[in-house]
Protein backbone atom coordinates (compact mmCIF):
# COMPACT_ATOMS: atom_id res chain seq x y z
CA UNK A 1 0.00 0.00 0.00
CA UNK A 2 1.51 3.28 -1.11
CA UNK A 3 0.87 6.42 0.33
CA UNK A 4 -1.00 8.96 -2.66
CA UNK A 5 0.42 12.76 -2.98
CA UNK A 6 1.40 14.40 0.41
CA UNK A 7 3.18 17.48 -1.20
CA UNK A 8 1.01 19.80 -2.24
CA UNK A 9 3.22 22.51 -0.51
CA UNK A 10 7.29 23.71 0.17
CA UNK A 11 8.74 23.74 3.42
CA UNK A 12 12.59 23.94 3.50
CA UNK A 13 14.31 21.49 5.99
CA UNK A 14 16.57 23.35 8.71
CA UNK A 15 18.70 21.40 9.83
CA UNK A 16 19.84 18.14 9.47
CA UNK A 17 16.89 14.66 10.39
CA UNK A 18 17.68 12.92 13.25
CA UNK A 19 15.64 10.35 13.85
CA UNK A 20 13.75 9.27 17.24
CA UNK A 21 12.84 5.94 18.79
CA UNK A 22 16.12 3.95 19.64
CA UNK A 23 18.48 5.98 17.24
CA UNK A 24 21.08 7.86 19.02
CA UNK A 25 22.96 10.94 17.93
CA UNK A 26 25.13 10.69 14.63
CA UNK A 27 23.84 7.13 14.02
CA UNK A 28 25.47 5.46 17.13
CA UNK A 29 24.48 2.19 19.30
CA UNK A 30 21.54 2.48 21.46
CA UNK A 31 22.97 2.02 24.65
CA UNK A 32 22.98 4.32 27.70
CA UNK A 33 26.62 5.16 27.87
CA UNK A 34 26.69 8.33 26.42
CA UNK A 35 24.34 9.26 28.93
CA UNK A 36 27.15 8.84 31.97
CA UNK A 37 28.94 12.33 31.73
CA UNK A 38 24.86 13.87 32.34
CA UNK A 39 23.82 11.02 35.51
CA UNK A 40 26.61 11.89 37.89
CA UNK A 41 26.27 10.40 41.68
CA UNK A 42 23.75 7.55 41.58
CA UNK A 43 24.36 7.08 37.45
CA UNK A 44 25.04 3.17 37.87
CA UNK A 45 21.87 2.67 39.91
CA UNK A 46 19.81 4.46 37.51
CA UNK A 47 21.15 2.71 34.11
CA UNK A 48 20.58 -0.52 35.65
CA UNK A 49 17.31 0.80 36.38
CA UNK A 50 16.37 1.75 32.56
CA UNK A 51 18.29 -1.39 31.54
CA UNK A 52 15.91 -3.53 33.70
CA UNK A 53 13.11 -1.91 32.19
CA UNK A 54 13.77 -1.84 28.94
CA UNK A 55 14.44 -5.39 29.29
CA UNK A 56 11.15 -6.06 31.07
CA UNK A 57 9.13 -4.04 27.77
CA UNK A 58 11.14 -7.14 25.61
CA UNK A 59 13.18 -4.08 23.55
CA UNK A 60 16.51 -4.93 22.47
CA UNK A 61 19.39 -2.75 22.12
CA UNK A 62 20.26 -2.03 18.11
CA UNK A 63 21.96 0.25 15.74
CA UNK A 64 19.72 2.15 13.56
CA UNK A 65 21.62 4.05 10.76
CA UNK A 66 20.71 7.20 9.19
CA UNK A 67 18.59 6.66 6.10
CA UNK A 68 20.43 7.20 3.02
CA UNK A 69 19.23 9.12 0.33
CA UNK A 70 19.42 7.29 -2.83
CA UNK A 71 17.84 9.70 -5.30
CA UNK A 72 21.03 11.44 -6.06
CA UNK A 73 22.76 7.86 -6.83
CA UNK A 74 21.15 7.85 -10.24
CA UNK A 75 18.38 5.64 -8.66
CA UNK A 76 14.83 6.08 -11.16
CA UNK A 77 11.99 7.77 -9.07
CA UNK A 78 10.07 4.34 -7.82
CA UNK A 79 6.89 3.19 -5.96
CA UNK A 80 9.35 0.92 -4.37
CA UNK A 81 7.34 -1.96 -2.25
CA UNK A 82 9.63 -5.04 -1.67
CA UNK A 83 13.32 -6.10 -1.33
CA UNK A 84 15.33 -9.12 -1.09
CA UNK A 85 18.72 -10.18 -0.67
CA UNK A 86 20.27 -12.17 -3.48
CA UNK A 87 24.12 -12.80 -2.17
CA UNK A 88 27.14 -10.23 -1.89
CA UNK A 89 25.91 -6.85 -2.60
CA UNK A 90 22.81 -7.67 -4.80
CA UNK A 91 19.70 -6.89 -4.31
CA UNK A 92 16.13 -7.44 -6.23
CA UNK A 93 13.24 -4.82 -5.90
CA UNK A 94 9.96 -4.41 -7.16
CA UNK A 95 8.04 -1.21 -7.57
CA UNK A 96 4.18 -1.82 -7.10
CA UNK A 97 3.33 0.53 -10.14
CA UNK A 98 5.62 -0.35 -13.12
CA UNK A 99 4.15 -0.78 -16.25
CA UNK A 100 5.67 -4.04 -17.09
CA UNK A 101 6.79 -6.97 -14.80
CA UNK A 102 10.13 -7.84 -13.83
CA UNK A 103 12.04 -6.11 -10.84
CA UNK A 104 15.41 -3.65 -10.39
CA UNK A 105 18.70 -5.10 -9.12
CA UNK A 106 20.46 -3.02 -7.06
CA UNK A 107 24.12 -3.13 -6.06
CA UNK A 108 24.52 -1.69 -2.35
CA UNK A 109 27.64 -1.40 -1.40
CA UNK A 110 27.70 -1.62 2.24
CA UNK A 111 31.06 -1.06 4.37
CA UNK A 112 31.00 -4.21 6.18
CA UNK A 113 33.33 -2.56 8.70
CA UNK A 114 31.46 0.29 9.94
CA UNK A 115 27.77 -0.99 8.69
CA UNK A 116 27.52 2.12 6.49
CA UNK A 117 25.87 2.19 3.18
CA UNK A 118 28.45 3.84 0.86
CA UNK A 119 26.92 4.11 -2.79
CA UNK A 120 23.79 2.23 -4.44
CA UNK A 121 23.86 1.28 -8.68
CA UNK A 122 20.86 -0.65 -10.40
CA UNK A 123 19.69 -2.29 -13.65
CA UNK A 124 16.25 -3.30 -14.59
CA UNK A 125 15.46 -6.90 -15.41
CA UNK A 126 11.90 -7.62 -17.30
CA UNK A 127 10.63 -10.05 -19.41
CA UNK A 128 8.57 -7.36 -21.67
CA UNK A 129 5.60 -9.05 -20.35
CA UNK A 130 2.13 -7.47 -18.95
CA UNK A 131 -0.36 -9.88 -19.32
CA UNK A 132 0.85 -12.30 -16.43
CA UNK A 133 1.04 -9.42 -13.73
CA UNK A 134 -1.96 -6.71 -13.13
CA UNK A 135 1.00 -4.10 -11.88
CA UNK A 136 0.40 -4.12 -8.05
CA UNK A 137 3.74 -5.94 -7.21
CA UNK A 138 3.98 -5.71 -3.32
CA UNK A 139 6.22 -8.45 -1.71
CA UNK A 140 9.88 -10.02 -3.31
CA UNK A 141 11.80 -13.11 -1.45
CA UNK A 142 14.66 -15.21 -3.51
CA UNK A 143 14.46 -18.71 -2.98
CA UNK A 144 18.09 -20.29 -3.96
CA UNK A 145 18.24 -23.08 -6.39
CA UNK A 146 19.28 -24.48 -9.76
CA UNK A 147 20.10 -22.05 -12.56
CA UNK A 148 20.82 -19.07 -9.61
CA UNK A 149 17.66 -19.91 -7.69
CA UNK A 150 14.29 -18.10 -8.33
CA UNK A 151 11.81 -15.27 -7.43
CA UNK A 152 8.57 -15.09 -5.71
CA UNK A 153 6.50 -12.22 -6.34
CA UNK A 154 3.24 -10.78 -4.50
CA UNK A 155 0.57 -9.75 -6.21
CA UNK A 156 -1.96 -6.97 -4.20
CA UNK A 157 -4.13 -6.98 -7.49
CA UNK A 158 -5.58 -10.65 -7.57
CA UNK A 159 -3.50 -12.02 -3.94
CA UNK A 160 -1.25 -14.52 -5.89
CA UNK A 161 1.83 -15.44 -5.34
CA UNK A 162 3.95 -16.57 -8.22
CA UNK A 163 7.78 -17.71 -9.01
CA UNK A 164 9.71 -16.02 -11.94
CA UNK A 165 13.42 -17.02 -13.27
CA UNK A 166 16.36 -14.33 -12.76
CA UNK A 167 15.84 -13.27 -15.74
CA UNK A 168 12.33 -11.96 -15.13
CA UNK A 169 10.17 -14.98 -16.88
CA UNK A 170 7.15 -16.75 -15.20
CA UNK A 171 7.78 -20.42 -14.44
CA UNK A 172 3.79 -21.37 -14.31
CA UNK A 173 4.25 -21.80 -10.87
CA UNK A 174 2.47 -20.29 -7.77
CA UNK A 175 1.94 -21.04 -4.18
CA UNK A 176 -1.49 -22.54 -3.40
CA UNK A 177 -3.23 -19.28 -1.72
CA UNK A 178 -5.91 -20.61 1.11
CA UNK A 179 -9.66 -18.84 0.19
CA UNK A 180 -9.21 -16.66 4.04
CA UNK A 181 -6.49 -14.19 1.68
CA UNK A 182 -9.22 -14.33 -1.51
CA UNK A 183 -9.60 -10.70 -3.15
CA UNK A 184 -13.39 -10.85 -1.68
CA UNK A 185 -12.14 -11.35 1.46
CA UNK A 186 -8.98 -8.47 1.95
CA UNK A 187 -10.64 -4.86 2.27
CA UNK A 188 -9.49 -3.19 -0.82
CA UNK A 189 -5.86 -2.50 -1.28
CA UNK A 190 -4.52 -4.50 2.03
CA UNK A 191 -3.58 -7.61 0.91
CA UNK A 192 -0.09 -9.40 0.56
CA UNK A 193 2.36 -6.93 0.75
CA UNK A 194 4.75 -8.92 2.85
CA UNK A 195 6.77 -11.86 1.78
CA UNK A 196 9.57 -13.54 2.53
CA UNK A 197 11.19 -17.30 2.31
CA UNK A 198 13.85 -19.02 4.67
CA UNK A 199 16.60 -21.69 3.21
CA UNK A 200 17.23 -23.13 6.41
CA UNK A 201 13.60 -23.63 7.14
CA UNK A 202 12.56 -23.78 4.22
CA UNK A 203 9.25 -22.31 4.39
CA UNK A 204 7.53 -19.42 2.81
CA UNK A 205 5.38 -16.18 5.00
CA UNK A 206 3.17 -14.12 4.20
CA UNK A 207 0.38 -12.15 5.98
CA UNK A 208 -2.47 -9.61 5.07
CA UNK A 209 -1.57 -5.96 5.62
CA UNK A 210 -4.60 -5.36 7.90
CA UNK A 211 -7.80 -6.95 8.97
CA UNK A 212 -9.72 -9.03 6.85
CA UNK A 213 -13.39 -7.86 6.15
CA UNK A 214 -14.87 -10.33 8.68
CA UNK A 215 -11.96 -8.94 11.28
CA UNK A 216 -13.06 -5.15 10.31
CA UNK A 217 -15.22 -4.69 12.85
CA UNK A 218 -15.04 -7.18 15.55
CA UNK A 219 -11.21 -7.24 15.86
CA UNK A 220 -9.80 -4.59 13.77
CA UNK A 221 -6.06 -5.02 14.42
CA UNK A 222 -6.14 -8.33 13.72
CA UNK A 223 -4.28 -9.83 10.99
CA UNK A 224 -3.24 -13.57 9.81
CA UNK A 225 0.54 -15.05 9.27
CA UNK A 226 0.33 -17.68 7.06
CA UNK A 227 3.77 -20.01 6.03
CA UNK A 228 3.79 -22.27 3.00
CA UNK A 229 6.31 -25.48 2.02
CA UNK A 230 8.59 -26.19 -0.42
CA UNK A 231 6.35 -27.81 -2.07
CA UNK A 232 4.11 -24.49 -2.29
CA UNK A 233 1.49 -25.72 0.13
CA UNK A 234 0.08 -23.76 2.50
CA UNK A 235 1.40 -24.74 6.08
CA UNK A 236 0.69 -23.14 9.38
CA UNK A 237 -1.69 -20.20 10.10
CA UNK A 238 -1.28 -17.94 13.23
CA UNK A 239 -3.36 -14.77 14.52
CA UNK A 240 -1.10 -11.65 15.03
CA UNK A 241 -2.53 -8.08 16.57
CA UNK A 242 -1.05 -4.74 15.50
CA UNK A 243 -0.43 -2.07 17.67
CA UNK A 244 -3.46 0.36 18.25
CA UNK A 245 -2.37 3.24 16.08
CA UNK A 246 -1.10 6.23 17.98
CA UNK A 247 -4.09 8.86 16.27
CA UNK A 248 -7.42 7.08 14.59
CA UNK A 249 -8.69 8.11 11.54
CA UNK A 250 -10.39 11.64 11.91
CA UNK A 251 -12.20 13.72 9.44
CA UNK A 252 -9.48 15.93 9.19
CA UNK A 253 -6.89 12.90 8.20
CA UNK A 254 -5.83 13.34 4.92
CA UNK A 255 -3.77 10.08 4.47
CA UNK A 256 -3.74 7.22 7.00
CA UNK A 257 -2.25 3.23 7.37
CA UNK A 258 -1.93 1.29 10.30
CA UNK A 259 -0.84 -2.41 8.67
CA UNK A 260 1.72 -4.94 8.57
CA UNK A 261 3.62 -4.65 5.17
CA UNK A 262 7.15 -6.36 5.47
CA UNK A 263 8.14 -9.88 7.16
CA UNK A 264 11.46 -11.40 7.56
CA UNK A 265 11.91 -15.48 8.15
CA UNK A 266 14.92 -16.13 10.28
CA UNK A 267 16.75 -19.12 10.30
CA UNK A 268 16.08 -20.22 14.29
CA UNK A 269 12.82 -20.21 13.31
CA UNK A 270 11.55 -16.96 14.10
CA UNK A 271 10.05 -14.10 12.82
CA UNK A 272 10.73 -10.11 12.19
CA UNK A 273 7.45 -8.19 11.60
CA UNK A 274 7.45 -4.39 10.70
CA UNK A 275 4.40 -2.87 11.20
CA UNK A 276 3.96 1.02 10.00
CA UNK A 277 1.54 3.34 11.19
CA UNK A 278 1.04 6.64 8.43
CA UNK A 279 -0.66 9.67 9.31
CA UNK A 280 -1.10 12.67 7.54
CA UNK A 281 -3.39 15.78 8.24
CA UNK A 282 -4.95 17.60 5.12
CA UNK A 283 -2.63 20.52 5.69
CA UNK A 284 0.43 18.02 5.87
CA UNK A 285 2.27 19.74 8.21
CA UNK A 286 2.26 17.42 11.12
CA UNK A 287 2.59 13.87 8.91
CA UNK A 288 4.68 11.17 10.43
CA UNK A 289 5.42 7.61 9.45
CA UNK A 290 6.01 5.10 12.64
CA UNK A 291 7.82 1.77 12.09
CA UNK A 292 8.29 -0.73 14.59
CA UNK A 293 9.84 -4.06 14.21
CA UNK A 294 8.80 -6.81 15.83
CA UNK A 295 10.66 -10.45 16.82
CA UNK A 296 8.18 -13.10 16.95
CA UNK A 297 10.07 -16.51 18.66
CA UNK A 298 9.87 -20.15 17.14
CA UNK A 299 8.28 -20.90 20.58
CA UNK A 300 5.96 -18.16 20.42
CA UNK A 301 4.82 -19.89 17.10
CA UNK A 302 4.32 -22.90 18.79
CA UNK A 303 2.68 -21.84 21.83
CA UNK A 304 -0.23 -20.63 19.41
CA UNK A 305 -0.68 -23.54 17.71
CA UNK A 306 -2.05 -24.68 20.84
CA UNK A 307 -5.13 -22.14 21.37
CA UNK A 308 -5.99 -20.84 17.42
CA UNK A 309 -7.87 -18.41 18.90
CA UNK A 310 -4.58 -16.67 20.58
CA UNK A 311 -2.44 -13.90 18.66
CA UNK A 312 1.30 -15.03 19.07
CA UNK A 313 3.09 -13.18 21.51
CA UNK A 314 6.09 -10.32 20.12
CA UNK A 315 8.75 -8.72 21.48
CA UNK A 316 9.88 -4.98 20.34
CA UNK A 317 12.93 -5.29 18.58
CA UNK A 318 13.30 -1.18 17.54
CA UNK A 319 11.50 1.52 16.26
CA UNK A 320 11.98 4.84 14.88
CA UNK A 321 9.92 7.55 13.10
CA UNK A 322 10.13 10.18 10.11
CA UNK A 323 8.22 13.32 10.01
CA UNK A 324 6.96 16.56 7.93
CA UNK A 325 7.21 19.20 10.21
CA UNK A 326 8.59 22.55 10.73
CA UNK A 327 12.71 22.12 10.56
CA UNK A 328 12.09 18.38 9.88
CA UNK A 329 11.44 16.46 6.64
CA UNK A 330 12.27 13.25 6.86
CA UNK A 331 9.55 11.74 5.89
CA UNK A 332 9.88 7.54 4.46
CA UNK A 333 6.91 5.19 3.91
CA UNK A 334 9.32 1.90 4.25
CA UNK A 335 7.14 -1.11 2.52
CA UNK A 336 10.30 -3.26 2.24
CA UNK A 337 12.87 -4.99 4.53
CA UNK A 338 15.34 -7.88 3.92
CA UNK A 339 18.19 -9.45 6.09
CA UNK A 340 21.50 -7.91 4.22
CA UNK A 341 25.37 -9.24 5.13
CA UNK A 342 26.46 -9.67 8.10
CA UNK A 343 29.35 -7.53 9.16
CA UNK A 344 32.75 -8.35 9.77
CA UNK A 345 32.19 -7.99 13.44
CA UNK A 346 29.18 -11.01 12.82
CA UNK A 347 26.63 -9.05 13.56
CA UNK A 348 23.37 -9.37 10.75
CA UNK A 349 22.43 -6.15 8.99
CA UNK A 350 18.75 -5.76 7.85
CA UNK A 351 17.67 -3.32 4.69
CA UNK A 352 14.38 -1.13 4.01
CA UNK A 353 13.16 0.79 1.52
CA UNK A 354 10.92 2.92 1.06
CA UNK A 355 8.11 4.17 -1.27
CA UNK A 356 8.00 7.65 -1.93
CA UNK A 357 4.97 7.59 -4.47
CA UNK A 358 7.50 8.46 -7.75
CA UNK A 359 8.81 10.93 -5.47
CA UNK A 360 5.64 12.71 -5.53
CA UNK A 361 5.90 16.58 -4.84
CA UNK A 362 6.32 19.49 -6.78
CA UNK A 363 9.20 21.77 -8.38
CA UNK A 364 10.01 23.16 -4.11
CA UNK A 365 10.12 19.78 -2.51
CA UNK A 366 9.58 16.07 -3.58
CA UNK A 367 9.57 13.03 -1.46
CA UNK A 368 12.82 10.92 -1.99
CA UNK A 369 13.50 7.58 -2.41
CA UNK A 370 15.39 5.92 0.87
CA UNK A 371 17.27 3.12 2.03
CA UNK A 372 17.85 2.42 6.00
CA UNK A 373 20.08 0.09 7.82
CA UNK A 374 19.86 -1.27 10.73
CA UNK A 375 22.23 -3.94 12.39
CA UNK A 376 20.83 -6.71 14.94
CA UNK A 377 23.32 -6.79 18.19
CA UNK A 378 24.50 -9.89 18.83
Not at 132 to 142: P, S
Not at 225 to 230: A, V
Not at 270 to 282: A, F, G, H, T, V
Request: charged share 25%.
Amino acid sequence: MGNPSLIQWSLHPLRFPRLRGTETPKGRRSNLTYLTPLLGRGRGRFIVMVALMLFSMGATAQTLRRQTNISHMGIPPGNYSGITWLGDDRFAVVSDKDSTDGFYLFHVDINLDKGKIRHVSYSRVSSGSRSVLKLDIEGICYVPGNNGGTLFMSNEADQRIREFSLDGQPTGRELQVPDLFSTESIARNKGFEALTYNHTTRHFWTANETALKRDIDTDPLLVHLQSFGDDLQPDGHYLYRLDPPRKARKPSTKFYANGLPAIIAMDDGSLIIMERYLYSPKNVLGSIVENKLYRVTHEALLAAEKDANQPVAKQLITSFKTHIRIGQINYANYEGMCLGPKLRDGRQTILLINDSQNRMGNRLFRLKDYLKLIILDK
